[in-house]
């Protein structure tokens, strides 16, 4: 299913951020959204998923039938959307594997459903977590560690992205995945990515950089350049290698005029 | 035997003897009876005395409690009114050692009639590998009045779980007296899980020796009204204390922890993590104090006290305090939080698809697991495990 941004607008406090976002994500593709600093990509990102900073002032998100919006977080990401955070969260005193099981688990249970009818057995959630780290080179004993608590930039992001191979989300969304990470790094984190879309056709995935970088190793169908809380350019993989070449002043010349 | 006191407002100074006990002891307990009787009641400036109706008191006569242990040969577990009989010659020395039987109002009330509590005693070098737990419960009347003494001679190791428990009573007035000789290694988890009409008045002191370490965990969670009063006192050299502790108070509750650490010896260290949930009308206290003493030196201490508001009406107080009588000290540090669960941390794992009560929920229990974790019972951390899911 389609992901569908129509007319967006969110504020920080009072002060707007997203003054009329409109883009569609579709099924089975990969997206890009490029732009400089302070354009609004996070905030669009935040906004998508619930964070409560956010106020939406207008608009609408359609996923599955839903003005998602209207849901709560939680609901949200049982309908397959994914955040794969900028700057994830530390929980202190829950681990690794324990937070992951709590959260198969959510999207797991069932309406009127006794929750443990509804729980991954045991045997296969260890199965699992333990493919899923040797696929991203992070250390079993991570799983027993208090989740992001004293992890490094990249060891945070290679977690996020276990997370994502645990759920299995139907849209992903990776707000600036590829900040503080070394090649190395960054190479995982794609190919997990890679790896996830690959097993799932179906799969969206909307990609928020600022660099070109990162779309070296996740090849984006479709790039959309976002600018003073708008998308202001849309094209191909090749816009962002334009991008990479001119910088961004071009677009900014283009769509505001001199002097802005 | 069995003695029967009247209310503590009808209480005089023939009934604090027991006539079967020690000659010592009936001195002991007279004294500590005099220090009450001419001492005024204290100012508490977080603890609303009134509210424990004290002169309701009615103090039970028998033993009251369990002990479960595995015991290597030498090691003693045995109620203190046993002990005094039986081994005076090892209780007599420490009895009122750490916790004068003549200082502070309701310590001095505790010597004069306590018949409840128990008697440790681990012999120079004994390493006792399984898990004490001794816990301390209701009699036939309203009161219990329990003294524990711990003593842990040289180089001796102990694991011991002090467990307050109980629904049938309404007061509870305890001294624990921990003595650690030195090299001594006792892990000490004093764990207050008291029915909801309980007031609790209570003493808790570990004397800690040369080189010696106590790991120091608490819970605090029963009860009506609590008022513990704690201190560690690293009097040894390179002595130690890694001190935790997990306190939650919902409806209606008032419960106070006011731990004192002492720095005495050269070359001590501490380290304290305390840990508050209140919920509801609940209302939690940490009144706290660091004491470096002059003659101490190379002193490492950090203090960090955290807690968390489920509800808008629960209350938190954090009073921390630090003397510095020397101009040794290697390392000082205080961290200190109070608020609402983390947006932030609740945005994260609601985004993951956890409910929001789950995520709370969650985001507690790990709060609480590192003092948790060092419950020694496998059945006891699950019980209060249990008993604290159920309460947020």
């Known amino acids: 299913m389609e992901l569908v941004i129509k007319d967006l607008h969110a504020n920080i406090g009072d002060k707007p951020i997203l003054k009329g976002v409109n883009l569609t994500v579709k099924p089975g593709s990969i997206h890009a959204i490029m732009g400089p600093n302070g354009s609004g990509k996070s905030t669009l990102s935040n906004t998508i998923m619930g964070h409560p900073s956010y106020e939406v002032t ?21 309908l397959g959307l994914f955040l794969a955070f900028q700057y994830p969260v530390s929980i202190p005193g829950v681990t690794v594997a324990n937070f992951l099981r709590a959260a198969v688990n959510a999207h797991r249970a069932e309406e009127g459903k006794d929750p443990r009818e509804t729980a991954i057995p045991m045997a296969q959630f260890r199965k699992e977590i333990r493919e899923q780290m040797a696929a991203l080179g992070v250390n079993e004993a991570f799983a027993r560690r208090y989740l ?15 997370q994502m191979s645990m759920l299995k989300p139907s849209m992903a969304i990776m707000d600036e995945t590829d900040s503080g990470l070394d090649i190395d790094a960054l ?40 600018m003073d809380g708008r998308i202001v350019r849309e094209g191909g993989p090749e816009l962002a290698l334009e991008l990479e070449e001119r910088g961004y002043d071009f677009i900014r010349e283009e769509v505001f005029g001199n002097g802005n | 035997m069995a003695t029967k006191f009247p209310v503590l407002a009808e209480l005089s100074a023939t009934d604090v003897v027991v006539s079967h006990e020690p000659v010592w002891l009936q001195e002991w307990r007279q004294a500590a009876w005099q220090a009450y009787t001419t001492s005024t009641p204290p100012y508490w400036r977080r603890t609303d005395l ?27 577990v045995k109620p203190l009114a046993q002990a005094v009989r039986e081994h005076a010659e090892l209780v007599r020395p ?64 102990v694991s011991l779980v002090e467990q307050y428990a109980g629904t049938s009573g309404k007061y509870a007035l305890s001294v624990s007296e921990l003595v650690l000789g030195d090299g001594a290694l006792v892990k000490y988890c004093a764990v207050q899980t008291w029915g909801a009409d309980v007031r609790h008045i209570g003493y ?16 605090n969670m029963g009860g009506l009204h609590q008022h513990i009063e704690a201190e560690t006192n690293l009097a040894g050299n390179g002595s130690r204390v890694d001190w935790m502790a997990a306190t939650v108070a919902s409806d209606g509750q008032r419960l106070l922890t006011a731990p004192w650490l002492r720095h005495v010896g050269r070359a001590t260290e501490a380290h304290m993590d305390f840990k508050t949930v209140v919920k509801g009308s609940g209302y939690a206290t940490f009144d706290g104090m660091i004491k470096i003493e002059g003659g101490s030196a ?57 409910p929001k009560d789950e995520a709370v929920h969650m985001i507690v229990m790990g709060f609480f697991e590192p003092v948790l974790d060092r419950i020694p019972l496998e059945s006891l951390r699950e019980e209060i495990t249990t008993a604290i899911a159920n309460r947020i």
């Open chain 1, 148 to 162: 992001n608590d004293g992890f490094s930039g990249g060891e945070k992001k290679r977690i996020e992205i276990l």
């Open chain 2, 50 to 76: 009134s509210a424990y109706d004290l002169a309701d008191m009615q103090v039970s006569a028998e033993h009251h409690g369990n002990v479960v242990a595995t015991l290597p040969a030498g090691a003693i």
């Open chain 2, 94 to 157: 420490y009895l009122g050692s750490v916790v004068a039987a003549t200082g502070a109002r309701y310590a001095a009330l505790n010597a004069a009639t306590w018949q409840a509590g128990w008697f440790v005693y681990i012999p120079k070098n004994c390493v006792v590998e399984q898990p004490i737990q001794v816990t301390i419960g209701f009699g036939a009347h309203n009161t219990t009045v329990a003294r524990n003494l711990i003593v842990v001679e040289r180089n001796a190791q």
């Open chain 1, 187 to 226: 190479k995982v984190v794609s190919q997990g990515v890679n790896t996830l879309a690959g097993h799932n056709p179906e799969m969206g995935v909307l990609v928020i950089t600022h660099y070109q970088r990162l779309l070296n190793y996740i090849k984006p169908d479709q790039v959309s350049v976002m």
């Open chain 2, 204 to 219: 808790q002191v570990a004397k800690v020796g040369n080189d010696a370490s106590i790991e120091w965990s608490a819970i």
């Open chain 1, 58 to 78: 207008a608009g609408e998100v359609w996923y599955k039938g839903h003005n998602i919006l209207e849901l709560d977080v939680d609901a949200r990401a049982k």
């Open chain 2, 298 to 354: 190379e002193t490492v201490t950090r203090l960090e006290e955290h807690a968390l508001h489920l509800s808008p009406q629960a209350r938190s107080d954090s009073i921390p305090g630090l003397k510095i009588d020397t101009n040794d000290v290697a390392k000082a540090g205080h961290a200190s939080t109070s608020g609402e669960v983390d947006e932030e941390q609740l945005f994260y794992m609601q985004a993951r698809g956890i």
